[in-house]
């Protein structure tokens, strides 16, 4: 009987350190729990912007290849990058995969498509500079960049040389 008498004499405040205690450890865990849960997201989005960056940047370097193997309406050949027909259709099947996967915009993969495979309304709506121009700032918007008003006469570097590097390669090739 003793038991109860102590037992009402007790009050609930005796009990506040316990229960400070308990409740403190708690919220840390949530909070710690929260933290984690925060960084795996944010090293996910990280990891996808990667894989995003990589991806235009490798169909951005492909195009370049593509495009320096068209015919031309200038005189100057652009410098080419040896490959195959079957190495360059492979190729491009990886990259036209790898950007249905990591881009948002339908936009982007239609207009690699558009470039790498035109068939005669494409052409008719635009040049394969153009498109090439659209494709790059559908990228730069797709990585969050701002688009960009590239001149026409500057979307492509067909060569890039010195009058040094001209004369050194003209005296290898006699």
């Given at each position: 009987?003793?038991?109860?008498?102590?037992?009402s004499k007790t009050s609930w405040l005796d009990y506040l350190p316990y229960v400070i205690s308990v409740v403190s450890i708690i919220s840390s865990v949530f909070i710690v729990s929260?933290?984690?849960?925060?960084?795996?997201?944010?090293?996910?989005?990280?990891?996808?912007?990667?894989?995003?960056?990589?991806?235009?940047?490798?169909?951005?370097?492909?195009?370049?290849?593509?495009?320096?193997?068209?015919?031309?309406?200038?005189?100057?050949?652009?410098?080419?990058?040896?490959?195959?027909?079957?190495?360059?259709?492979?190729?491009?099947?990886?990259?036209?995969?790898?950007?249905?996967?990591?881009?948002?915009?339908?936009?982007?993969?239609?207009?690699?498509?558009?470039?790498?495979?035109?068939?005669?309304?494409?052409?008719?709506?635009?040049?394969?500079?153009?498109?090439?121009?659209?494709?790059?700032?559908?990228?730069?918007?797709?990585?969050?960049?701002?688009?960009?008003?590239?001149?026409?006469?500057?979307?492509?570097?067909?060569?890039?040389?010195?009058?040094?590097?001209?004369?050194?390669?003209?005296?290898?090739?006699?």
């Amino acid at each position: 009987m003793e038991f109860l008498n102590n037992a009402s004499k007790t009050s609930w405040l005796d009990y506040l350190p316990y229960v400070i205690s308990v409740v403190s450890i708690i919220s840390s865990v949530f909070i710690v729990s929260m933290q984690y849960k925060q960084n795996i997201k944010l090293h996910q989005e990280s990891e996808r912007y990667n894989a995003k960056k990589e991806t235009i940047l490798e169909a951005l370097s492909f195009l370049d290849t593509f495009i320096s193997w068209l015919d031309m309406e200038n005189s100057v050949d652009p410098l080419r990058e040896e490959i195959s027909e079957i190495s360059l259709t492979v190729k491009a099947r990886t990259i036209h995969n790898k950007l249905c996967i990591v881009c948002g915009d339908s936009k982007i993969v239609e207009l690699f498509v558009d470039i790498v495979c035109p068939n005669k309304k494409s052409n008719e709506d635009s040049t394969v500079f153009e498109k090439y121009n659209q494709f790059r700032n559908k990228c730069r918007m797709e990585l969050g960049y701002k688009m960009v008003d590239f001149p026409m006469d500057r979307i492509y570097l067909s060569q890039v040389s010195t009058r040094a590097l001209r004369e050194k390669d003209k005296n290898n090739i006699d």
